[in-house]
């Protein structure tokens, strides 16, 4: 994948909370993300990795460094730009069950991303409509109906249609799978793999489970209190780890022997990070 990549994060620094007592959620992160990529963000709850998502999406403010979508600097981009930008740039957010207005039928929240698409007719937004259904495996009658008459892994096949009827350059998926069943989880990632292949978008794929990303990503970065430890070819992360924060998070992903000798590795990747100033140095090594 070579060129300039579609998203292309820089030395990017977020502080929440108030000035003069703002914790560093994301210090000096870099990453890029090519059309027809996967990258995987991954890291325990608190790692940053959601931080990151919703400053990339301009619904968090960034304290320093760049993000650019196409080579445009969206850093500080304003209302109208954002706006613009949201025909490109989609999130699919953790939970399927409170992603969609339960009070509103599907085809009402599916179409709303083309209502302000110039030569998008109401014609032409139900034909776009019944086929974001149809390649998450929905039939198009299914606009009829209401959020509560589908089951989490439905609904979040919905929210996959919802953000791709309009065709954007790039996927923004936070724990896309973490609150469904086990058995509809692989129903969902392979889904995302044959719609990638199918519309060659980039998509920055974020979860805390080593396995899942290795499955669906091609590049993986390792992310620790704010922090990137490591990054590189996903298959290659997943099964040479360098980081010791890396292969903590691999002795936590389950394995048909619970005796293998990674206990204490396990437990460590299962503390959760202290709140507060990053230090200078990592603060594992």
Known sequence: MTGQPLLAVHDLVVDLGQRRTATRAVDRVSLTVAAGETV????????GKSTIARAILGLTPVTGGRIAIDGVDVTHAGRRQRRALSRDVQ??????????????RIGDSLVEPLLNRRGVDPVRRRTLVAEAL??????????HRYPGQFSGGQRQRIALARALVGTPRLLVTDEPVSALDLSVRAQIINLLADLQAELGFGHLFIAHDLAVVRHLSHRMVVLHQGRVVESGDAEEVYRRPVHPYTRALLAAVPVPDPGRARAALAAFARQPPQAGPVPGRCSIS
């Open 40 to 47: 995987g963000l991954v890291g325990e709850s608190g790692s």
């Open 134 to 143: 149809g390649r998450v495996g929905l039939p198009a009658e299914a606009v």
């Open 91 to 104: 999130l699919v957010f953790q939970d399927p069950f409170s992603s969609l207005n339960p009070a509103r």
